[in-house]
């Protein structure tokens, strides 16, 4: 007889070593899901530009001076209907089994969830070692940004 209990994590439940194993790795694997899916939408846009291009002999060229601001925005709203959504995860995060909550086990918000994705490109760009290395040193094997916000990362399911 199997006597494994399976349970939907929740910060409360911290204390089960269980709720971080692997969480780390699973993070990093995530991002390049993630990353994958919106380099997707930013290719097809892309694409839909150059047609448009084509079709307007020109004219519609003229559109890749707002595409920064486009895939600004499509990274940012992808983030705040999935992270700061019911499921508290990316499409990249459920796949890993993974999701995002704040120390006191309430779910975060989409703004919260877009902060938290600023911060951590921000961090990136600036410190990119050390936002992995902090992990390693903080309690619950936190980012630096998920210190900033007071959020955890836990597996979905322990």
């Known amino acids: ?29 995530a991002f390049v899901i993630d990353y994958i899916i919106v380099g997707a939408i930013v290719f097809a846009v892309a ?28 990274a940012l709203t992808y983030v705040w209907r999935t992270l700061g959504g019911p499921d508290q995860a990316t499409i990249g995060m459920k796949v890993m089994g993974i999701r995002i909550w704040r120390m006191d086990g309430s779910p975060i918000d989409g703004m919260t969830a877009v902060v938290h994705s600023i911060l951590f490109w921000a961090g990136n760009s600036i ?19 998920d210190l900033l916000l ?7 399911r322990i």
């Open 47 to 74: 694409v839909a530009f150059v047609l448009l291009g084509i079709v307007t002999l020109g004219a519609g060229f003229l559109l890749f001076f707002i595409f920064g601001p486009i895939v600004l925005l499509i």
């Open 1 to 29: 007889m199997n006597t494994d209990v399976v349970t939907t994590a929740t910060p409360l439940m911290l204390d089960d070593p269980r709720a971080l194993d692997g969480v780390l790795l699973r993070r990093m694997m």
């Open 127 to 145: 410190m990119t070692p050390l936002i992995l290395l902090a992990t390693l040193f903080t309690d619950y094997k936190r980012t630096v940004h």
């Open 150 to 156: 007071g959020t955890v990362v836990t597996r979905d």
